[in-house]
């Protein structure tokens, strides 16, 4: 069984504090996605990264692919409430369906 | 990626009937569409993958029975909570692979089923 372990687990910071969040796991991943969820809807892409050590930029969101892709890390800068909810990190294999870190919940306040 | 239509968003039924959760895919004709579980601040679980014009393949811990899938077509799988208890209740989510290469993976809305 592949597992991704997402840390933190929760998250509550003021705005405009930076942030990261780690997932990591044991497994190689032919790619890895980031998703934002809110509650009572479908995870949303954020991104996905696919080559060893790549870097990709997504407005104040920075992400990170491991060089062994085994890991990745989402960084946040200058957090804003509008941040808020849960972020899974997920990883692919083949053409099977997507494994799911465990989750970051974040809470920005005001 | 692909449009993912999920319907109900949500539904409470009494305990021991029987509820369908319905997953379209609007503009891509998917072979293979997955079903997740989330509980409570928790994540994802895989449940089953629907394949189209055969038998689903379940998670360990997955009863058949109790969750039936049907694929019958490339653009609608269906999801049937048997019998439900209220500990089935959950947020169901589906999911299309809509493309190659890596990524493509969209994802319904939900449903929130709520037995009582």
């Known amino acids: 069984t592949q597992l991704l372990e997402q840390s933190p687990q929760f998250l509550s910071i003021q705005e405009g504090e930076n942030l990261t969040v780690y997932c990591n796991s044991s497994?190689?991943?032919?790619?890895l996605q980031w998703y934002r969820q809110e509650p009572g809807e479908g995870p949303v892409l954020l991104v996905t990264?696919?080559?060893?050590?790549e870097v990709k930029k997504l407005k104040r969101l920075t992400f990170q692919f491991g060089d062994a892709r085994k890991d990745s890390s989402l960084h946040i800068t200058a957090a804003q409430p509008g941040d808020t909810g849960l972020y899974l990190c997920?990883?692919?294999?083949?053409?099977?369906?997507?494994?799911f870190g465990s989750g970051t919940r974040l809470q920005v306040q005001p | 990626g692909a449009v993912v239509s999920q319907h109900p968003s949500r539904v409470i039924c009494k305990s021991g009937t029987s509820v369908k959760i319905e997953c379209r895919s609007l503009?891509?004709?998917?072979?293979?569409m997955f079903w997740y579980r989330q509980f409570p601040k928790q994540s994802l679980m895989l449940m089953a993958t629907?394949?189209?014009?055969?038998?689903?393949?379940?998670e360990q811990g997955v009863e058949k029975d109790k969750f039936l899938i049907n694929h019958a077509s490339l653009t609608l799988s269906t999801l049937t909570v048997t019998s439900a208890h209220p500990e089935d209740s959950s947020f169901y989510i589906c999911?299309?692979?809509?493309?190659?290469?890596?990524?493509?993976?969209?994802f319904g809305s939900g449903t929130r089923l709520t037995v009582v």
């Open positions: 999911s299309v692979r809509g493309r190659q290469g890596a990524g493509g993976y969209t």
């Open positions: 497994s190689v991943f032919s790619s």
């Open positions: 990264v696919v080559t060893g050590g």
């Open positions: 997920a990883g692919e294999a083949g053409r099977r369906a997507l494994t």
């Open positions: 503009d891509f004709q998917a072979t293979t």
């Open positions: 629907s394949n189209e014009g055969s038998k689903a393949t379940y």
